[in-house]
């Protein structure tokens, strides 16, 4: 087994532990292989041990890799982009992924549903919200995410799944849990206010149990299943 295989088996049975102690059925967490600054080849062998989804934060090197791995058998890897997104990238991203999670702005929801290639299925896309108020952290703040919410749901070619945040890095659960939390609690807020959100995509290497606590439907795991990033 590579230690890419091993890995993915450790990080499968922490989520599968988490569930259970959410009393959540497995199959409600996804797991998001965040493969930024790793080859190709890295992508295989996670591929090989059957992981799917795929996440990368730089468009460039991201779009080389999908293009060499977009082969007959690889036909079912699934790309999410979770990078912050420049506006003169935007075409690439709309061309080349499944899913973007790190949306914060009206204006670059607009240019991915223009550039959205016909023929593709809807570009599935999450609101990045900074629950930690962090000056230097992408996303819009709680109090703004409705709004914009409501102004992807009316744009073409996008399908609004849910909520993403990378909270304030901290090793303390009960700080992890209520951030998280933070998340949950304003998607419960904006289904009660008639969107139909099914994802938060929430919990990275070093807290994805408590975002799984807090009902992450996705994790997005690097180091983890990688190693550490030079
Ligand atoms: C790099 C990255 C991750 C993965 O983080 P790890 O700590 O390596 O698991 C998850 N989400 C985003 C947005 C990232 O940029």
């Not at 799917?52 to 082969?71: C, D, S, W």
């Not at 506006?87 to 550039?115: G, M, P, Y």
């Not at 996705?218 to 030079?230: D, K, L, N, S, Y």
Request: glycine share 4%; hydrophobic share 45%.
């Amino acid at each position: 087994m590579t230690s890419i295989a091993a890995n993915l088996q450790a990080v499968r049975a922490r989520i599968f532990a988490a569930c259970a102690a959410a009393a959540r059925a497995p199959e409600t967490v996804s797991l998001l292989a965040v493969s930024k600054t790793w080859p190709a080849s890295a992508v295989s062998d996670a591929a090989a041990a059957q992981q799917r989804m795929f996440g990368e934060n730089y468009v460039q090197e991201a779009v080389a890799k999908i293009a060499a791995l977009t082969t007959q058998e690889n036909q079912e890897l699934e790309w999410h982009f979770i990078g912050p997104l420049q506006n003169n990238k935007t075409k690439l991203v709309a061309e080349n992924f499944a899913w973007v999670h790190s949306i914060d702005n009206l204006k670059a929801a607009q240019r991915l549903a223009q550039q959205r290639p016909a023929g593709l299925p809807a570009l599935n896309v999450c609101v990045q919200v900074n629950v930690s108020d962090e000056a230097t952290k992408g996303g819009v703040s709680p109090m703004t995410t409705l709004k914009l919410a409501r102004e992807i749901c009316l744009l073409p070619n996008l399908h609004l799944r849910g909520l993403m945040t990378i909270p304030a890095a901290t090793t303390d659960v009960a700080t992890q849990r209520q951030q998280f939390s933070i998340l949950r609690e304003l998607k419960e807020n904006l289904n009660r206010d008639g969107l139909n959100l099914d994802t938060l995509s929430m919990g990275m290497s070093h807290d994805l149990e408590a975002a799984i606590l807090e009902g992450a439907t996705i994790v997005r795991v690097g180091t983890a299943i990688f190693g550490e990033r030079h």
